[in-house]
């Protein structure tokens, strides 16, 4: 009776369901999660994989993700997918856990290792969302931003302001949605005829501050753009400590538009990723693929803009 009440109270007399409900509140009962899962297959838990959680843009994320979980009673379980993790035995492990669904934020997974990772979600019948996550599979669901286009905006402003030796800053470490940032970035340049170029560091502000201090003591450059914000503001203290004014001598600009941006001398311009927002329609196509429900769409593209400030 208590548990028809619970989840059907409408199969229940009136005057039973009241005298049920007050006993619940004077004892201040809960159902068990864990028995209630094995009795109806599903454990309200969500698996959540990330490869950095102290990344402020994964940390926004999760926040859209927890906002939207909680709207649906659904709890957050995190994986974590550190460089030298076996991303398939990882995969195994979260299968094992019986989580309803999984949504995957680590963008560092390539095309063959992605396929394997949809094969078994798909054989174990677990939907899951990419989130922020870039994967040419037309099949597979996920929400994200049209990252090439964003590099290819952010970088035919620079030239238009009279740019030429214009470098994007990216990483060693590949990840997806830099690579279209890349592209964006390669596309822009070639066709106003100028000489891309990228250079690769690490994501630790402790190591690529000296390689940007090496790197480009007696390179010309007249602009620069970070894959992240974090990147980008590294390079201009150490554009700014070596004399090259920003941005009287070198425009800079960022991509995700986080606090760093906002914490710079000058401030930083940035791409504007709407982080939280991936996070929470993520998590909401997650849950009508946990319900199947009908989709519009298995791929959702959420705006962008540039955010102008002060080293542009």
Do not use: W
């Amino acid at each position: 009776t208590v548990s028809r009440v619970l989840n059907n109270p409408e199969k229940v007399k009136p005057d039973t369901r009241e005298r049920v409900l007050k006993v619940i509140k004077e004892l201040g009962y809960r159902p068990n999660a864990i028995a209630r899962g094995l009795a109806s297959r599903k454990t309200t838990t969500v698996g959540v994989l990330v490869s950095d959680i102290t990344r402020a843009s994964v940390a926004e994320m999760l926040g859209g993700i927890s906002d939207i979980a909680m709207k649906y009673s659904y709890s957050i379980k995190l994986f974590s997918a550190h460089e030298d993790v076996n991303i398939i035995e990882l995969i195994n492990d979260i299968v094992a856990e019986q989580v309803d669904g999984v949504l995957i934020l680590n963008d560092e997974l390539d095309a063959s290792r992605m396929k394997k990772v949809k094969e078994l979600f798909d054989e174990n019948e677990i939907p899951f969302v990419l989130a922020n996550v870039v994967n040419e599979d037309k099949s597979v669901p996920s929400v994200s931003i049209d990252y090439e286009k964003a590099g290819y905006e952010i970088t035919k402003l620079m030239i238009e302001m009279g740019k030429k030796d214009i470098y994007m800053l990216s990483t060693v470490r590949k990840y997806s949605v830099n690579d279209k940032k890349e592209l964006g970035y390669t596309k822009a340049m070639q066709e106003a005829n100028l000489m891309p170029r990228i250079f690769r560091t690490s994501g630790t502000t402790s190591v690529n501050r000296q390689h940007f201090a090496n790197f480009f003591a007696d390179k010309i450059i007249d602009g620069a753009i970070g894959v992240r914000d974090s990147i980008a503001v590294s390079f201009m203290n150490i554009a700014n400590e070596s004399g090259r004014t920003v941005p009287g001598m070198v425009s800079v600009a960022g991509f995700q538009n986080t606090k760093y941006a906002l914490l710079s001398r000058p401030t930083l311009t940035s791409i504007d990723i709407p982080v939280y927002d991936i996070g929470a329609v993520a998590m909401r196509l997650l849950t009508k693929l946990m319900n199947k429900e009908q989709l519009d769409s298995l791929q959702v593209v959420l705006p962008h803009y540039i955010v102008r400030r002060e080293s542009l």
